[in-house]
Structures are given as C-alpha cells and as structure tokens.
C-alpha cells in the first residue's frame, strides 16, 4: 500500500483543482481513445497532448503536497514510472511541437504489406524519429523513461498507466482525492 506524508497543508481550493485536473485527464483519455479508434490522427494528437498536460499539472502539485514520500511512491510503482516518460514528451511538446504520435502500421499476418493488419491505432514514435530536443530543456531521466515505457508502444498504454498509478493514489488513505467506487 502506498503510504504519503504531506509536507504541505492544501487549501480546499487545491483540492478542488486536483478534482479538475484528474477529471480533465480522463475526459482527454477518453476522447483519445476514441480518436483511436477511428485513426484519427490529429485529434489522436490533441488529445494525447492534452493529456499529457493533465498529468503532468496533476503530478507536479502532487510533488509539491506530499513531497519525497510521493516521490519514492512513484518511482518505486510500474505505473508510476510512466510519468517520468510522460513528463518527457510534455516537455517537448510545450518548447518545440513535435508530433510525437504517428500511426502504428505493426501487421499481423502476411509480412510488411499484410493480408491482415491489426493496426493498434496510434503509437509514441521512437526517439529517433523526433528532432533534436531543445538543449535548454534537457531531461536524460524522462527520455530513458520515454525509452522504456513509451517509445513504439501504442499511445493508450502510457496513458492508461498514468491512470491506473491516479487510481492506486485514490486507494491510499492519506490521499487527497477518495475513490467513490
């Protein structure tokens, strides 16, 4: 069970922007994962860099609140670690507008061309399909973390990652935000 100490007494304000902000993020994931499943590349790409943001605001006042037990929680959790990954491409997408989704042309029978594709939909590109990242912003930790939780993988894993680690953090008793399920 993952336990968390604030170093910080929020303002109910706060607790009212962790709500949003964690609404906000699953409202972007689902509206990703439809335009996944319609292929729709350009609102595949909002919507992943929508909530990107999401989970980034979210972890970043979850930082400040509870400080190195959240820390430690996270980067000790699978789950978890995905957001070092995410905190990565939300870099790149807010100083240099990379596309860093493409379409996933993975087939399933019959060789590169395919007699059946089972196209997974959309999928983090790789690093080195990306260019070079602004040497202003560097982040070694959260590009081996993109490396190893992202890269080539089909975009809705990462993100439903990133939600099973909020959804870990709704069962932990000292947490701000209860599940009500």
Excluded at 152 to 174: I, Q, V, Y
Aim: neutral net charge; proline residues 6%.
């Amino acid at each position: 069970m993952i336990n968390l100490q604030q170093v910080a007494t929020p303002l109910s304000e706060d607790v009212r922007r962790l709500e949003f902000a964690l609404a906000g993020f699953r409202a972007a994931r689902s509206r990703h994962e439809e335009a996944r499943a319609a292929r729709d590349l350009g609102s595949s790409y909002t919507s992943a860099v929508e909530a990107t943001m999401w989970v980034i605001a979210i972890n970043d006042q979850l930082e400040k609140l509870y400080g190195q037990s959240y820390k430690g929680a996270r980067d000790q959790d699978t789950y978890g670690l995905v957001t070092r990954g995410v905190r990565w491409v939300r870099n790149r997408h807010a100083h240099q507008l990379p596309v860093t989704v493409d379409e996933d042309p993975t087939t399933f029978f019959g060789g590169t061309k395919g007699i059946i594709s089972l196209n997974a939909g959309i999928r983090w590109r790789e690093v080195s399909e990306l260019p070079p990242p602004d040497p202003r912003f560097p982040d070694p930790d959260g590009e081996t973390a993109y490396r190893a939780h992202m890269e080539g993988r089909g975009t809705h894993k990462a993100l439903a990652m990133c939600d099973l680690w909020f959804s870990e953090l709704e069962k932990c008793p000292s947490f701000l935000l209860r599940s009500t399920t």
